[in-house]
């Protein structure tokens, strides 16, 4: 197991150089417009609080529409509310864009056009991707490779969630432990930000977003401790799945952040719970393929020698300081 806290130490080194405060803002810049009669739309613009005042987006409508009326909603949800009059048969078939004064700060855009019949046109962008070419109509694959992607990129962003998928990885020890620690997270997970999203089971965010870096404080004093008899030590897959049903809350916070189309809702639920599970699959690989260089490296440097003997230690403070961090900063929040 020694060869997996190696390996897992160098990205644990590498996520404390990342700003502390972005631990699990994956949320998109969203465009929510609604069609309020024959070519008039209301578009609501939610900015993530990481972008800087003077790099706020600005949308760029198609030439034939004209900005009606437009301002700013405060807190605790601050939005920018446009009303816009699109001459020539509406919105279908043209091309919005989005751009940022100074430079695109790596942020995905999610565009949602809810028609007066009903329908919804939804399409996630890239952050590299600054256009939405809008669709006459939607498909459900559209959508389905939208909240795939949303998915995984919002895992892959949060540093929260990965860093306790670590500290399971550390504490499993073999890998048929490991195997079951991770496959009850998913199933945990699943479950609960299946029912959060669909509005079955709702908790406040704030609270459980303190409880997320509580359940990594967990695993890292677990980790410290040397008793092989403690409680995650025997029981992973205990653990992986109490704390699975806590993160899916988490997880359901940010889709709620997003929104679900209403005419592809299953769809879009199960492809980014997908996308979820892709990214964390991917992240879990990524860090067993270190082992073997990572193992080889350590005994090739004398000076590791000391924390060898107790690395325990070294996991501890690596999971639990940003954790303690965190949680400090999501509590005032509260």
């Known amino acids: 197991m020694r060869t997996l806290r190696l390996a897992v130490l160098s990205l644990v080194a ?11 803002d994956a949320r998109p810049l969203s465009v929510d417009i609604k069609e309020q009669s024959a070519g008039l739309y209301e578009a609501r613009i939610r900015v993530p609080p990481t972008v800087t005042d003077d790099d706020l987006p600005v949308l760029v409508w198609p030439a034939d529409c004209r900005v009606v009326s437009e301002h700013r909603v405060p807190p605790p949800t601050p939005q920018e509310v446009v009303m816009v009059a699109c001459a020539g048969g509406g919105l279908e078939g043209q091309t919005l864009r989005v751009h940022y004064p100074i430079y695109n700060p790596s942020l995905s855009t999610l565009f949602r056009l809810s028609r007066t019949q009903g329908s919804t046109l939804t399409q996630v962008l890239p952050p590299e991707a600054a256009a939405w070419s809008i669709p006459r109509e939607s498909t459900w694959m559209r959508v389905a490779l939208s909240y795939l992607e949303l998915g995984i990129r919002h895992i892959w962003t949060g540093f929260d969630h990965l860093l306790f998928v670590t500290g399971l990885l550390v504490l499993a020890g073999t890998l048929r432990r490991v195997i079951l620690a991770i496959t009850g997270f998913t199933l945990a997970h699943s479950v609960t930000l299946s029912l959060s999203a669909l509005g079955l089971v709702r908790l406040p965010s704030a609270p459980v977003e303190a409880a997320i870096a509580l359940s990594i404080l967990f695993l890292a004093w677990e980790i410290a401790r040397p008793l092989p008899q403690s409680l995650a030590r025997r029981y992973p897959l205990l653990v992986s799945c109490a704390f699975g049903l806590l993160h899916g809350f ?83 929040a509260l």
């Open 14 to 24: 590498a996520w404390l150089i990342q700003p502390l405060a972005s631990a699990h």
């Open 250 to 332: 988490g997880f359901a916070a940010a889709l709620r952040e997003v929104g679900l189309p209403t005419d592809e809702l299953a769809v879009a639920l199960l492809c980014f719970n997908l996308g979820v599970e892709v990214g964390q699959i991917v992240f879990i690989v990524a860090v067993l393929a270190l082992l073997v260089p990572a193992a080889r490296a350590a005994g090739r440097i004398s000076g590791l020698a000391g924390w060898q003997a107790r690395p325990e230690i070294v996991w501890g403070y690596a999971l639990g300081v940003p954790a303690t961090f965190w949680f400090f900063q999501r509590r005032g």
